[in-house]
C-alpha cells in the first residue's frame, strides 16, 4: 500500500496568513492526488483533483501542486472558515489511501 | 443539485451483520462510479470501495481490512448504492460515507453524503 504522509500536524496560523501544507507519497503517485476539507461533524468536501486542479466553487486562494511524490496544498491568505482539517489521497493504486490529516487551527 | 445520502446505520453486535444504503439525486446515477469510506471516531479517513458504472462492469474493489466480509452494489433503476457488511468488527465502527466517483476517474470523490454511523459492540 502506498503510505501518505503530511506535515505539519497540527498547524497553527492566523487569519490572512499564508499556509502550506505538505503530503509526501512512499512511491509516486504521477498526479493521482486529491485534497479534501474537513470541517467538524461535516462530511469531507473536495477541494482540489489532480493535484493542481480547483474544484468548481472552492475559492481561488486554495491552490495545489506537486507530482510523483512531493504535493502541496496552499491557502493564499487564511480566511476564518478555513480552519478545519485537510486531508491528502492518492488514487493512482488501490487500495486508495489518505494523509493522517492536518488540523489548521487559530494562533 | 447532486445529492447522496446515507441510510441504514446504527448498533450491532460483533459478527453480526448491517446493510448500508446510499440514495442519489441530482445526477444519472448510472453514469458514475460509487466510492464508500468510513472515519473512525476521533480518526482520519478510509477508503473501503468503490463499485465502477455497469459500463465497466459494475466490478469493484475493496480495502483489505474488509475484503471477503464487505460487498458493494447498485441499483441503476433505483439510484442507490448498498454497502452490505457481514461479520462486522468493533474495528468497523465509525461514520461511513458514500460518495459520486467520476465516469472512467474511480479515485476522487467529487460529492459526498452526509454520513450515516455504524457501531458494533457488545
Known amino acids: 500500500d502506498i503510505q501518505m504522509t503530511q506535515s505539519p500536524s497540527p498547524l497553527s496560523a492566523s487569519v490572512g496568513d499564508r499556509v502550506t501544507i505538505t503530503c509526501q507519497a512512499s512511491?509516486?503517485?504521477?498526479?493521482?492526488l486529491n485534497w479534501y476539507q474537513q470541517k467538524p461533524g461535516k462530511a469531507p468536501k473536495l477541494l482540489i483533483y489532480?493535484?493542481?486542479n480547483l474544484e468548481t466553487g472552492v475559492p481561488s486562494r486554495f491552490s495545489g501542486s506537486g507530482y510523483g511524490t512531493d504535493f502541496t496544498l496552499t491557502i493564499s491568505s487564511l480566511q476564518p472558515e478555513d480552519f478545519a482539517t485537510y486531508y491528502c489521497?492518492?488514487?493512482?493504486?488501490?487500495?486508495?489511501?489518505f494523509g493522517q490529516g492536518t488540523r489548521l487551527d487559530f494562533k | 443539485e447532486e445529492r447522496l445520502v446515507e441510510s441504514g446505520g446504527g448498533l450491532v453486535n460483533p459478527g453480526r451483520s448491517l446493510r448500508l444504503s446510499c440514495a442519489t439525486s441530482?445526477?444519472?446515477?448510472?453514469?458514475?462510479?460509487v466510492n464508500w469510506f468510513r472515519q473512525a471516531p476521533g480518526k482520519g479517513l478510509e477508503w473501503v470501495g468503490f463499485?465502477?458504472?455497469?459500463?465497466?462492469?459494475?466490478?469493484?474493489e475493496y480495502a483489505a481490512s474488509v475484503k471477503g466480509r464487505f460487498s458493494i452494489s447498485r441499483d441503476d433503476f433505483k439510484s442507490v448504492s448498498y454497502l452490505q457488511m457481514t461479520s462486522l468488527k468493533t474495528d468497523d465502527t465509525g461514520i461511513y460515507y458514500c460518495?459520486?466517483?467520476?465516469?472512467?476517474?474511480?479515485?476522487?470523490?467529487?460529492?459526498w453524503g452526509p454520513g450515516t454511523t455504524v457501531s458494533v459492540s457488545s
Open positions: 489521497q492518492q488514487y493512482d493504486n488501490v487500495p486508495y489511501t
Open positions: 512511491q509516486g503517485v504521477r498526479r493521482y
Open positions: 463499485i465502477r458504472s455497469k459500463t465497466h462492469g459494475a466490478t469493484t
Open positions: 489532480d493535484a493542481s
Open positions: 441530482g445526477f444519472t446515477f448510472g453514469d458514475y462510479s
Open positions: 460518495t459520486r466517483g467520476g465516469v472512467t476517474i474511480f479515485g476522487v470523490a467529487w460529492v
